[in-house]
């Protein structure tokens, strides 16, 4: 498994699929435990992954960094990715703003994350935000109708959608801000049903 990580992100370092990679400072893979039973999927790469070369490490992976704290997960046991692996931005003054994926950009990174899937072979997928949840839950999911719950898929046994961390960021209001953290956070509380995160035969 490990190996074939590897592998998958030496080959996505040099992506051309789409054109998002001109403007990107790199290619952003996924990263976390090899052996990892639950993979947690978000968008994309934001201003602070895209110059790290790591995913979630910015304002949304501090906070998920609390939400999954308070749900009991310990992060270093997951494996954490993106449907799109190059940060997508316009320029405001002499900062880069977030735009989302096109649904091209989506399908062209497609190879990346089913490559990360076939090699993790997880037991829980959560799909972080509307973007991840379409991608692997087709277009007509609803993460405002369906957030929290397990649904069928082809990828793994249990996969659930809930709040992508920058969603609850940008909600105006502290109480209001609060609340959607504490409901991140009891979805997040569906990945501890799977524990332990690291597969038996993972160890020697």
């Not at 990679?21 to 039973?37: E, S």
């Not at 991840?132 to 109708?145: I, R």
């Not at 957030?147 to 809930?162: I, L, N, Q, W």
Request: glycine content about 8%.
């Amino acid at each position: 498994m490990a190996e074939s990580l590897k592998l998958l992100r030496e080959d996505a370092r040099d992506c051309r699929n789409c054109p998002l990679w001109k403007n990107a400072t790199q290619t952003v893979f996924g990263a976390g435990a090899p052996h990892a039973r639950i993979m947690l999927v978000g968008e994309q790469p934001g201003d602070e992954e895209d110059r790290r070369g790591e995913p979630f490490v910015g304002p949304a992976g501090r906070l998920l960094d609390r939400a999954l704290e308070a749900a009991g997960v310990d992060r270093s046991t997951l494996y954490v990715t993106n449907a799109v692996k190059h940060f997508k931005w316009e320029p405001r003054g002499k900062r880069r703003l977030h735009k989302t994926p096109a649904q091209r950009e989506i399908e062209a990174c497609r190879p990346w994350l089913e490559g990360e899937i076939a090699s993790l072979r997880p037991e829980v997928i959560g799909c972080l935000g509307a973007t991840a949840a379409k991608a692997l839950l087709g277009p007509q999911f609803k993460v405002s109708v369906s957030r929290g719950e397990f649904v069928h898929s082809p990828y793994a046994p249990k996969v659930f959608a809930t709040f992508h961390p920058s969603a609850i960021l940008r909600v105006r209001g502290e109480a209001e801000r609060e609340a959607a953290f504490k409901s991140l956070v009891r979805d997040l509380t569906l990945l501890r049903s799977t524990a332990p995160a690291i597969r038996a035969d993972a160890w020697p």
